[in-house]
């Protein structure tokens, strides 16, 4: 009985350059994202050393767009999608190439301590049978909330203080909306 694969690939890594942003003969938008993902490790001697490998990541459509608006060269990143082969045809010689199909990209990176994340889907990825849904709630302070005096005022947008995640619980006097994984 053949069973169904999976087919997920997950990297937080930096843009190597900016985006290349193009449209299809229909007008569909493409991006085309280089990124680095560096790994370190102590080599027999004792030395510290690094590796980075280079990932071809393509986004489609809405994803596409967003990323030409958005992202730069050297913007770190979290990009969920799946591998896809491609063939062409270059001087009489077919090659192939294996890219990235990004589905899902979070824009990381901030200011001093505070890290920024937005969650970009291109479209909902389909849940294998009996899986849970697993959600990242992202919300903001109520507006007009204002601190009683003497107090910190309430910050304005980003994570919970629960070290990134919201939980349902804590969502008391917040908006929130979820965003399925």
């Not at 063939?87 to 890219?99: I, L, N």
């Not at 994340?117 to 291109?122: F, L």
Request: proline letters at 5%; a positive charge; charged letters at 30%.
């Amino acid at each position: 009985m053949a069973g169904r694969g999976i087919n997920k690939v997950i990297l937080i890594g930096n843009l190597g350059a900016d985006p290349e942003i193009r449209y299809t003969a229909n007008g569909t938008a493409v991006a085309r994202l280089n990124i680095a993902t560096t790994e370190s490790y102590i080599d027999k001697d004792g030395n510290r050393q690094e590796q980075t490998e280079w990932h071809r990541v393509v986004a489609w459509r809405k994803l596409a767009e967003i990323c030409g608006q958005y992202l730069s060269k050297g913007k770190q990143v979290y990009i969920e999608g799946r591998l896809r082969t491609t063939s062409y045809e270059k001087d009489g010689v077919k090659r192939y190439t294996t890219e990235i199909e990004a589905r899902e990209m979070l824009m990381l990176g901030g200011t001093g301590d505070r890290t920024r994340a937005t969650v970009i889907t291109s479209r909902p990825l389909p849940r294998p049978r009996g899986a849970s849904r697993r959600m990242i709630f992202l919300f903001n302070e109520k507006p007009g909330r204002s601190a009683p005096e003497g107090q910190r005022p309430a910050r304005k947008g980003g994570f919970s203080g629960t070290g990134g995640l919201g939980r349902p619980g804590k969502l008391r006097n917040r908006s929130h909306h979820a965003v399925p994984l």
